[in-house]
């Protein structure tokens, strides 16, 4: 019976009840969740607590609060969890077919949303499936840049490798697509086109489901809805976020749909595009393997040169989205292995396309292999060692900045950034490469382009040494991925395996990749802040590792004085959020 049919059963009863539920209302100034019981005509109050409420009831009550003048602007502000958002931004299970759904596997949340569709095992599968009109889930070990596409057509990612920080779940955040990552009690067997999981086998067509948001696998097909933010209580909100916020929040984005996507949910600008990411697409990756493959400098550059048109391009497009707001682009990081095949049968096959004998590649492959790749030859030092590449790259984003600038709608001012510096002479080398191509191109273009060459600080010694670095560097921006993988010394592709044991034993609380551990990397965070402001006091730092979108992290982030933070676009609005929160408890 619903509570007004109270009211004609016994009217005196149910006035003295809507009184009190009122009054404690008032004094509560919240929604309350109250307990009572009426016995022989007498109402007996049991208790009151505040309501649980879901994410869009917690807009709701918090902006009609204010609209009923029970709190201000910045208490509603504080009223809504940030993680909340989530589940506004992306779909949800349905709840009545959740209740009757059985978790038969659990991995790590690497993604929020609720995926439901049927087994893939491959990137080209997942493309030829959803081209049929079917709902994939894409089943991987790990994923790597070759599987993008077939990421992107995919309603959710299951992997059974990899952190917080692996491909899979740094990807899948970017996409906004769910993504369950870690699952070590799978067990793939691709040959098969199938895996097996608590017991039971799925092959490849059947369905199974995904909770992004907690990690759970269901071995059935549970009913999804669609993402829904509330319109205008969503936005109202937020506007009052936007209004009590001290951080910026910008966006990490690697082509203009997901630039766009991030300006929507309010990103003020781009913390980092990875450059990388876009080397997969469409013919460009045959330019990208002839650098790799080539045998001396001048081939290389023919190669690059192939690149050039394409990154120009996709950085035309990301300036046209954004206009004159912020975008930093990073320079080539991933160790260049991960743009070849590792498989024998691959590897022939396109030794064979790109004309080259298989023993050939086979000993590219060979030379590019690396014990532990994250700490090989990667970020600048692929730019030290090749400066053509960086000389290339600065080319793209200086001709494309020049382009649209002279198109006369925008003036662009770009942001450059070295990945992994180290040392103040590897920053000066490759920014001299930078500066040089750079003045070269805009005094022939005949217009006074500005533009900053800065540098991300996810190496501890670069954090340790970063009043050096700001010597050179005109910003930073905290690559906290890498710093946490590098200062604990575990890899973030593989934490996963061990991270549980120590949540166990409470040695640890939390994965140090989602939640930025502030007593170790938030003290060299920290640090590098100050160091960085004795030498240039008014030098813009932000943070772009995934901690950019966590809000305990950003709340950190805050009160260190960083002037942004740099997140996935799904989780801009929870970004935004945290950080008014951060600055009404603490303004500074
Ligand atoms: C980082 O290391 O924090 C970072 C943003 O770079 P990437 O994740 O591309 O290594
Ligand atoms: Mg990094």
């Not at 057509?153 to 993504?179: E, F, K, P």
């Not at 990490?252 to 595009?273: H, M």
């Not at 540098?455 to 954090?463: D, F």
Request: with cysteine; glycine share 10%.
């Amino acid at each position: 019976q619903t509570i007004d049919q109270l009211r004609d059963v016994m009217p005196e009863v149910y006035e003295q009840f809507a009184a009190i539920a009122e009054k404690l209302e008032k004094h509560y100034n919240d929604m309350q969740d109250m307990e009572f019981t009426i016995e022989d005509g007498k109402l007996y109050m049991l208790q009151t607590r505040n309501g649980k409420r879901t994410a869009a009831a917690a807009l709701k009550v918090a902006v009609d609060l204010v609209d009923e003048g029970m709190i201000d602007e910045k208490e509603a502000v504080c009223r809504v969890e940030p993680k909340q958002l989530d589940a506004l931004l992306h779909p949800t299970f349905d709840a009545e077919a959740l209740k009757k759904a059985a978790v038969v596997g659990k991995g790590l949340a690497a993604s929020p949303g609720a995926a439901c569709g049927r087994v893939v095992f491959t990137a080209e599968e997942a493309k030829e499936w959803a081209a049929r009109g079917e709902k994939v889930v894409l089943v991987r070990l790990e994923t790597s840049p070759e599987d993008i596409e077939g990421m992107q057509v995919a309603q959710g990612i299951l992997t059974v490798r990899g952190g917080m920080t692996s491909h899979a779940a740094v990807v899948a955040r970017g996409m906004g697509t769910c993504c369950v990552s870690g699952c070590g009690d799978i067990v793939v067997d691709y040959a098969a086109k199938q895996f097996t999981l608590g017991g039971k086998t799925y092959k490849e067509g059947d369905w199974i489901s995904l909770d992004g948001s907690t990690g759970n696998i269901y071995g059935e097909a549970v009913a999804t809805v669609p993402a829904d933010p509330g319109s205008g209580y969503f936005g109202r909100l937020m506007g009052w976020a936007d209004k009590y916020r001290q951080l910026g929040v910008y966006t990490n984005a690697d082509t203009p749909r997901d630039a766009k996507q991030a300006v929507t949910f309010g990103a003020e600008g781009i913390g980092l595009v990875r450059t990388e990411h876009m080397f997969f697409e469409g013919d460009r990756i045959k330019a990208v393997r002839e650098m790799i493959v080539a045998e001396n400098t001048e081939e290389r550059k023919k190669a690059l040169a192939k690149l050039l048109p394409y990154q120009q391009g996709d950085f035309e497009g990301i300036y046209e989205v954004m206009g004159e707001r912020p975008v930093v682009v990073r320079y080539l990081d991933p160790p260049l292995h991960e743009f070849l095949p590792s498989k024998p049968e691959d590897i022939a096959e396109l030794a064979a396309d790109m004309g080259i004998t298989t023993e050939r590649l086979n000993e590219v492959v060979a030379a590019l292999h690396e014990v532990n790749p994250m700490m090989g030859f990667r970020g600048c030092r692929l730019a030290v060692a090749y400066p053509e590449i960086a000389e290339m790259q600065t080319t793209a984003v200086i001709s494309a900045a020049i382009n649209v600038t002279k198109k006369g709608q925008y003036t662009i001012k770009p942001e450059i950034m070295i990945p992994l510096t180290t040392d103040i002479k590897e920053m000066k080398y490759v920014k001299e490469i930078v500066v040089s191509t750079a003045d070269k191109l805009i005094a022939e273009s005949g217009i006074d382009l500005k533009y900053e060459v800065g540098t991300m600080i996810e190496n501890p010694r670069a954090a340790l040494l970063a009043d050096e670095i700001a010597a050179e560097a005109e910003f930073f921006s905290f690559g906290t991925n890498d710093l946490t993988q590098l200062t604990f010394g575990f890899s973030r592709d593989d934490a996963g395996k061990f991270l549980g044991y120590y949540y166990d034993k409470k040695i640890y609380e939390s994965d140090p990749f989602a939640h930025l551990d502030q007593n170790g990397v938030g003290k060299l965070v920290e640090n590098g802040v100050k160091l960085g402001k004795s030498v240039q006091p008014e030098m813009h730092m932000g943070i772009c590792g995934e901690h950019g979108g966590d809000p305990t992290s950003v709340e950190f982030c805050h009160k260190v004085g960083l002037s942004y933070v740099s997140c996935s676009p799904f989780r801009v609005p929870i970004a935004r959020l945290a950080a008014a929160q951060a600055a009404i408890k603490n303004p500074r």
